[in-house]
């Protein structure tokens, strides 16, 4: 999102002004509107201009929506840049993906969407065995990621925005490799089994590790359970060679770069300048 040409630091509009720049949003002239919208961000303050949202003048109510959604988008950007250049290496990566899809969705109810993925681990909770985890633990897990819960990836639609971000990966149970993996990672950790997400080139999977056992997990292709021979042999058929580290686990920062990588990249192809920008800012952010 492109930054304001004013900061929001301006002396608070009066209320005198608020009324006339609220009459003139219903100017249909393009350039009164631009003039006014300019003015109220300038301002920065939407708080007096969120119950106009349900004005009766359709024009009002569309414009008025559309300045307080960028505003509340302007100020959940500035949040998730400041996270990206204060974390280090380890952060909570739950936390991250939630700042990451306000940044596009502001309005969202983080709290609702926790509470879904913590009741998809409490319906798998009573049918494994958090002390000893194993490999029968993920069949049950992926039984109800992919199978009751109807998890997939999104092959028909693979570089829509939507498959990066958290919330529409789980409004529309589909997304891309690594948020398919990010949900597994949401879950894992709600059930206390050792998962950890790996950043092979071109492809996103996730880990199990325990003392006895090693299972590499597809969560794009339902949870297909992948041995370190598959992985090499990916590795090698698409000549990204075999480096060790190609199958070492992701630290969240890695893991969010990637993310944002990937979507910087699609907004680039979808010539969308002002969501690449943005994007290319967390990533020069993540990348320090």
């Known amino acids: 999102m492109k930054p304001s040409a004013s900061t929001a630091n301006d002396a ?5 002004q608020k009324l006339a720049l609220l009459k003139l949003l219903s100017d249909e002239d393009p350039t009164v509107y631009q003039a006014v919208r300019a003015k109220i961000l300038s301002a920065g303050d939407e708080a007096w201009l969120r119950p106009h949202c349900l004005s009766p003048d359709p024009l009002i109510r569309r414009r008025v929506q559309e300045i307080v959604d960028h505003l509340a988008r302007q100020g959940s950007d500035d949040r998730f840049l400041a996270f990206c250049l204060t974390q280090g290496e380890e952060f909570d990566i739950e936390d991250a993906a939630w ?9 969202i109810n983080l709290a609702a969407y926790r509470a879904l993925l913590d009741s998809y681990a409490a319906d798998v909770l009573p049918r494994i065995d958090t002390s000893h985890p194993s490999r029968k633990t993920l069949l049950v897990l992926n039984r109800h990621l992919f199978h009751d819960l109807a998890f997939i990836g999104n092959e028909a639609d693979y570089y829509n925005p939507d498959n990066s971000y958290l919330n529409r990966v789980i409004d529309r149970r589909t997304g891309n490799p690594i948020s398919l993996c990010l949900v597994y990672l949401c879950l894992a950790r709600r059930l206390n089994i050792p998962v950890a997400g790996i ?26 359970f ?29 893991l969010l770069l990637r993310i ?29």
């Not at 700042?99 to 309005?107: I, N, Q």
């Not at 699609?266 to 943005?278: G, T, V």
């Open 199 to 224: 950043a092979m080139p071109g492809h996103f999977i996730c880990r199990f590790q325990s003392s006895t056992d090693t299972v590499y997990i597809d969560a794009f292709n339902h949870g297909r």
């Open 99 to 107: 700042l990451l899809a306000l940044t596009r969705y502001p309005e």
């Open 260 to 288: 944002c990588s990937n979507l910087h990249q699609i907004y680039n192809q979808l010539k969308l300048r002002d969501e690449a920008a943005r994007l290319q800012r967390y990533v020069v952010a993540l990348a320090r």
């Open 12 to 16: 608070p509009l009066p209320e005198s």
């Open 226 to 254: 992948l041995t370190k021979a598959d992985c090499i042999r990916y590795l090698q058929q698409s000549n990204f060679g075999t480096q060790e580290g190609f199958l070492s686990p992701a630290s969240p920062r890695r």
